[in-house]
């Protein structure tokens, strides 16, 4: 099974307008992270965002806010007033603490093209 | 400025022969990683390496080798016995505690020719 599932291949979001990218997980871990990551076409990952499992709040960074559920074992990216250089590949990843290596389990990814 | 850096940006090689990636990072961090990206697709993990002179196969460890001499340095070479070797590589690198958030190099794009 799927540990990590981003839905969305692919997304068109009009310039200035929030984005919602989708993530749900599967653990069975009590201790867990959930992290966000943009890859622009030159290919390099970027850290956006971080989420423990025992985290009150939800996670904030700048125009990056997730959106935890953990009852839904979702935790979806939040990108308010988009612009153009949002444009991009974003992934959501997992690692769970029970796991003595420190391994991330990554989603497929969404495309996102943020038009003018 | 800290960093992880990646050389080269572009590798081409015949079949047959073994080519060696490189990664450095000046983040004193304990851990590091090598992914492998195909177009399209999500990060699989190749090696990765918690400490000094230890490491660990990822998912798809097979037809490739990796040192950890230095913290600083985790190079991988892609062996020959790699049959689909044609793909984006990226290392990563992470403090080995607390979040333990990974960060990346620019990555190394290779083509067998």
């Known amino acids: 099974a799927q540990k990590i599932t981003q839905t969305q291949p692919g997304m068109f979001v009009q310039e200035k307008e929030a984005v919602t990218l989708d993530c749900t997980y599967d653990t069975s871990d009590p201790s867990y992270g959930l992290f966000w990551y943009k890859q622009p076409s030159s290919g390099e990952m970027i850290f956006l965002i971080y989420?423990?499992?025992?985290d009150q709040q939800n996670a904030t960074e700048g125009r990056y806010s997730l959106n935890f559920q953990k009852a839904r074992k979702s935790a979806n990216l939040v990108i308010s007033a988009s612009q153009l250089g949002d444009s991009a590949m974003y992934f959501c990843a997992m690692r769970e603490g029970s796991s003595s290596n420190y391994q991330l389990i990554w989603g497929a990814g969404t495309k996102l093209i943020i038009k003018p | 400025d800290g960093g992880i850096t990646q050389s080269p940006k572009y590798l081409f090689r015949k079949e047959g022969q073994n080519v060696t990636l490189s990664c450095e990072q000046n983040?004193?961090?304990?851990?590091m990683y090598w992914y492998r990206q195909d177009p399209g697709q999500g990060l699989r993990l190749i090696y990765y390496?918690?400490?000094?002179?230890?490491?660990q196969k990822g998912d798809i460890a097979e037809g490739y080798s990796v040192s950890r001499e230095k913290k600083e340095s985790f190079p991988l070479t892609v062996t020959s016995a790699q049959k689909n070797p044609t793909a984006f590589y990226l290392c990563?690198?992470?403090?080995?505690?607390?979040?333990?958030?990974?960060?990346f190099g620019p990555g190394t794009r290779l083509t067998v020719l």
């Open positions: 990563a690198s992470s403090a080995g505690q607390g979040p333990d958030t990974q960060y």
């Open positions: 983040l004193n961090h304990d851990a």
């Open positions: 989420q423990g499992s025992y």
């Open positions: 390496s918690q400490i000094v002179n230890d490491f």
